[in-house]
């Protein structure tokens, strides 16, 4: 029988997960129903007429954060991500989004997503090409930097990898996360391995991570190193058709799916807690949570099914499509157009599918009495 790794002082930078006793831990064993984590929704970036929608903008965050205040969640705004067309804009759209963010929400608490700039040609990585974002998005106060892996950070070996973090954290003035892609978002990324979680887990600049992912239970991983060994990082779940289990877990979501899911899931966080709870808001009365959450789950996840269904490429990019033609729909932004130089498209039908895709959580919300504002 293989003997598996369970001190980090036997990591390697070669060392996989299945290795490790944290890939064989069972989610069951690290249910929380006391912890209400902090929801931090990716906002749309919405467009009308080749232009950015600032009112539909600050709408839909209006709309996020009143759910969030109704079931007392912590909210967060993503801001910049690919959600936002972080890949698309320019610096001055960029520094645009956070100034008119700001402006209209003084005091809220934002996550802004920065990425290598001007990075195509470059035959080696360069870390500065992450500093025009940083510069950019640490001007502010209240705010935290994500760390958006690139093709040439991420095409690193682990020992590599970990120096070009510490080069980019010799800027951070803020507090940082990092970020870390499957292969079923693009098919160049490759996630931690458990070293390199290690090693940026205890670096006191970055407060947690993301990890976006689809085909393999990372987040699971994730959780159980950081949850076993008692660091002081917070592993942040990317994955939309996954929401359920940060739910369960007690740990944060860092998402799209919240841009048009928000009531739903602050519900959900708020049914899955015990009576006891200090966080609970809509006790249940038998001390327990309320069991009314699982169809809570299957409605959110019937709606990331088709929010974020796969292209015949295999890609799930246009999900911003979508989610401007269900922000539309309910009549939170003006038009369900992209940003005009956005490649991911879904189809002219794609308002029809979205209204059939809401009718599940729409029916579940009508049940059981969840308030949408």
Not at 26 to 48: G, M, N, Q, W
């Amino acid at each position: 029988m293989q003997e598996l790794i369970s001190d980090p002082a036997d990591l390697k930078p070669q060392t996989q997960w299945h290795e490790t006793v944290w890939a064989w831990t069972s989610e069951e064993t690290l249910i929380d129903h006391t912890t209400k984590a902090r929801l931090c929704a990716a906002a749309l970036l919405p467009f009308h007429h080749q232009q950015p929608d600032w009112e539909g903008f600050n709408a839909s965050i209006r709309w996020m954060q009143a759910a969030a205040d109704h079931y007392g969640v912590e909210l967060v705004v993503v801001l910049n991500a690919d959600t936002g067309y972080i890949f698309e804009m320019d610096d001055a759209l960029y520094a645009e989004v956070l100034r008119r963010f700001r402006a209209e929400f003084p005091k809220a608490r934002f996550i802004a997503g920065v990425t290598a700039r001007g990075a195509k040609g470059d035959g080696s990585f360069k870390a500065d090409r992450y500093r025009p974002l940083l510069d950019i998005a640490q001007q502010h106060e209240n705010c935290e930097v994500m760390i958006m892996t690139s093709r040439g950070l991420n095409a690193l070996d682990p020992e590599r990898r970990l120096n070009a973090y510490l080069e980019i954290s010799e800027w951070l003035i803020r507090p940082g996360i990092v970020h870390v892609l499957e292969p079923a978002f693009v098919p160049w990324a490759t996630p931690f391995d458990p070293w390199l979680l290690w090693r940026l887990a205890q670096h006191p600049k970055f407060i947690g991570g993301k990890i976006s992912t689809l085909d393999e239970p990372h987040f699971l991983y994730w959780a159980a190193l950081c949850r076993d060994l008692h660091l002081n990082f917070i592993p942040h779940s990317g994955d939309d058709f996954g929401i359920a289990t940060a739910i369960k877990m007690g740990l944060p979501l860092l998402i799209g799916a919240a841009a048009s899911g928000a009531p739903l899931i602050c519900a959900a966080k708020d049914m899955w807690l015990n009576d006891d709870a200090p966080q609970k808001k809509f006790k249940t009365g038998t001390g327990r949570f309320d069991p009314r959450v699982y169809k809570v789950f299957e409605a959110l996840q019937s709606l990331g099914d088709q929010v974020f269904r796969l292209d015949a490429s295999l890609s799930a990019a246009a999900y911003k499509h979508s989610t401007a033609h269900v922000l539309h729909r309910l009549g939170l932004i003006a038009s369900p157009e992209t940003h005009p130089a956005c490649k991911d498209q879904r189809g002219e039908d794609e308002g029809k599918r979205m209204e059939e895709a809401l009718r599940r959580s729409e029916r579940m919300v009508q049940k059981l009495g969840i308030i949408i504002p």
